[in-house]
């Protein structure tokens, strides 16, 4: 804490002041003194700074009414804490309009003891702001020696807050990124915070050395973040300070945030080596590594997992970054559903007990959670059949194959299922085949280059030809062109191919082609081909 009250000083050093000391400016006594000056200059505001005690005789401004009406509120921009003044010597009252003025800006005017030198008032004052000092850093340190031990002696962080509402009078919370609440008043909820809506607070008249917010115009409760590698992983949270003077609770509150820092990252260091003991039992299993029931069911249970008998598996679209606060709402919803979620990053693959899958809809809400809780607009889910502990790893391929599929045969498709795609899976397959693949490209690689020399669309106008049933009509309306130019294409493709496409066995052939065709592209088979 910096200083002295002005009215501490008037209790301590009472001879220091004339017998009725306050001339004007009452309600600015709660100000702080931090240091003495003592100018005779008319432009004095010049030359103090923020905590002053300025000791004057009033002599430069003595005969200057324009000089005295200048001095209150100049002296009141650079947050001096008081005036004193020897009156009965230069001036034999304060004038009229300078105690207005310093009742307005409720600035202090002091009368000095006439019979006490500047240089004793000077030593006696700084004796008591080091006085004052040094028992509010030996209260600080016994008060952050009492939280260090407690975190110490290993208490959980309801007994912390505790401590620390008792050390302050405050009341206090710690609210979590996984919706945690310990709090002195257990009638109080808090939400977690949007970040556009946190603006900075300044414990003093300087920027604070440590992050802290008001939530919105509220400046009863004041937030502190505790982060780990720029992650807000809680708030930590205190109220109760009517006369809203957070300054000489800032070094305590640092403190604290430091202490709570150390005790999450090690909670959360913790936490995460159990989780990659979880995730490494998951993605040998899940990959085909281990596929013995008993030795799977051993392994979980290590793990701490309970396994169903039978999963479907689903495999989300690589996710945009998202934060440890909206990962935990997705862990929540997942474990209060019995779904077993891998996180590798950048997307997820989520194991879904049978039960859950035979619910109506239940993959477009479960789609619905992710978004909503990650705040993606779109997120496509992959999903396989529902596989036994021993062939999970088939589930897993069969998510994947899903998704790569369905964004070929319908883009616009967010919920690919694999037990859905007939004999797609087969093109898919022979877009590996590189012979077959190859023999397949030769089949209408006469529209490849005719496209490529051309700037047509004569392999575009073939797939949607063959999608639409080989309606022209509909052809030319999925493709937005004029009938006529639809026939002229299909007459084209007819004479760089050689074929008829009104033969049934032809479009069967062409159709598997440009499936096939279609699915290298994807992968960016063309490229090697």
């Known amino acids: 804490m910096n200083g002295i009250s002005v009215q501490q000083l008037l209790e301590h050093k009472p001879y220091l002041f004339g017998p009725d000391p306050v001339i004007s400016g009452a309600e600015g006594l709660h100000r702080r003194i931090t240091n003495v000056n003592v100018m005779e200059v008319p432009d004095v505001f010049n030359w103090v700074r923020q905590g002053d005690l300025l000791l004057t005789t009033a002599y430069s401004i003595k005969d200057n009414p324009e000089a005295q009406n200048e001095l209150i509120p100049k002296l009141a921009e650079t947050g001096i804490a008081a005036i004193g003044i020897k009156t009965k010597r230069y001036l034999d009252k304060v004038p009229k309009d300078m105690i207005a003025l310093s009742n307005q800006y409720r600035l202090p005017i002091l009368e000095l003891a006439y019979q006490i030198g500047y240089s004793q008032t000077l030593t006696d004052v700084l004796e008591e702001v080091l006085n004052q000092k040094s028992r509010w850093l030996v209260e600080q340190h016994h008060k952050i020696q009492l939280l260090t031990n407690t975190l110490i002696m290993g208490e959980n962080s309801r007994t912390f807050i505790e401590t620390f509402a008792k050390c302050t009078g405050l009341q206090a919370a ?64 205190c109220w109760g300070r009517e006369d809203a003077d957070w300054e000489p609770m800032q070094l305590l509150l640092q403190h604290t945030v430091n202490l709570l820092t150390l005790q999450m990252s090690k909670q959360h260091s913790l936490s995460s080596l159990e ?38 598996v689903c495999l989300t679209s690589a996710l945009s970054p998202y934060s440890p606060r909206e990962l935990m709402k997705v862990k929540t919803y997942c474990i209060l559903q019995g779904i077993i979620l891998l996180n590798t990053g950048n997307e997820w693959v989520l194991l879904i007990p049978k039960q859950l899958t035979s619910q109506t809809d239940f993959y477009s809400k479960l789609q619905a959670e992710l978004e909503k809780s990650l705040k993606m607009p779109v997120i496509r889910l992959g999903v ?17 194959s899903a998704l790569e599929l369905w964004e070929v045969i319908q883009p616009a498709e967010t919920l690919c299922y694999y037990d859905r795609l007939g004999l797609y899976p087969v093109y898919h397959l022979l877009s590996d085949q590189e012979s077959i693949k190859k023999q397949l490209f030769q089949y209408i690689e006469p529209l490849h280059i005719y496209d490529s020399k051309n700037q047509s669309k004569l392999i575009e106008t073939l797939i949607t030809y063959l999608h639409c049933g080989g309606n022209i009509k509909e052809t030319a309306k999925a493709l937005f062109c004029h009938y006529n130019s639809i026939v002229y294409r299909l007459e084209r493709i007819q004479a760089l191919l050689n074929v008829d496409l009104k033969d049934p066995d032809i479009r069967f052939q062409l159709q598997m082609a440009v499936k096939v065709f279609a699915f290298s592209i994807k992968k960016g088979a063309m490229n090697k081909s």
């Open 174 to 237: 710690l609210l979590t990124y996984q919706s945690e609440l310990f709090a002195t008043d257990t009638a109080i909820t808090l939400e977690w915070p949007e970040a556009n809506d946190l603006r900075e607070a300044r414990l003093n008249h300087q920027a604070s050395e440590f992050p802290c917010y008001w939530l919105g115009d509220d400046s009863s409760r004041l937030y502190m973040s505790i982060e780990k590698n720029n992650e807000t992983m809680a708030y930590f949270i």
């Open 275 to 312: 989780d990659n003991r979880k995730d490494l039992f998951l993605k040998t299993w899940i990959l085909g590594e281990i596929s013995d029931t008993q030795t799977i069911a051993l392994q979980a249970a290590s793990a701490g997992l309970q396994l169903q008998a039978e999963y479907s």
């Open 384 to 400: 396989s059949g529902v596989k036994p502990l021993p062939i999970v790893h088939e589930g897993y391929n069969q998510a994947m």
